[in-house]
């Protein structure tokens, strides 16, 4: 397993990307801005878009993992990375989130 940050052609993962944000004008909002970490394991299966917003606040704006991978333990392995590249950098991190108790539970924990 290696997780990478990805600083170029970021809309090749759009398959993934639509998963978490089902609007691709609302992707483009952020998607360049954003800092990309993939998580490969040997090929893809998460990732996820964190954006600084100011004031030491950053925001997790998209984070996703295939269908036939989730439930793995992917996409924890991936927010423990980003937690880490964090540290020092923001003092408090935003995820917006619907109303699925499954996605609610997972950012509960």
Same mark, same amino acid.
Request: charged share 30%; hydrophobic share 35%.
């Given at each position: /397993?290696?997780? %990478?940050?990805? *600083?170029?052609? #970021?809309?090749r $993962?759009? +398959?993934? @990307?639509? @998963?978490?944000?089902?609007? %691709? +004008?609302?992707?483009?909002?952020?998607?360049?801005?954003?800092?990309? $970490?993939?998580? $490969?394991?040997? +090929?893809?299966?998460?990732?996820?878009? @964190? *954006? +600084?917003?100011?004031? !030491?606040?950053? %925001?997790? #704006?998209?984070? &996703?993992?295939?269908?036939?991978?989730?439930?793995? !333990?992917?996409?924890?392995?991936?927010?423990?990375?980003?937690?880490?590249?964090?540290?020092? #950098?923001?003092?408090? /991190?935003?995820?917006?989130?619907?109303?699925?108790?499954r *996605?609610? &539970? $997972?950012?509960?924990?």
């Amino acid at each position: /397993m290696r997780i %990478e940050k990805i *600083t170029e052609r #970021k809309k090749r $993962f759009l +398959d993934l @990307l639509l @998963l978490a944000d089902e609007q %691709e +004008d609302m992707l483009d909002r952020y998607l360049e801005r954003g800092e990309m $970490f993939a998580l $490969f394991d040997p +090929d893809l299966k998460s990732l996820c878009v @964190l *954006t +600084d917003e100011g004031g !030491g606040v950053c %925001e997790l #704006k998209n984070l &996703a993992t295939y269908v036939e991978y989730q439930g793995q !333990g992917y996409a924890t392995r991936l927010l423990e990375h980003v937690f880490r590249h964090c540290q020092g #950098k923001y003092s408090s /991190m935003l995820v917006g989130t619907g109303e699925n108790p499954r *996605t609610l &539970a $997972f950012y509960e924990r």
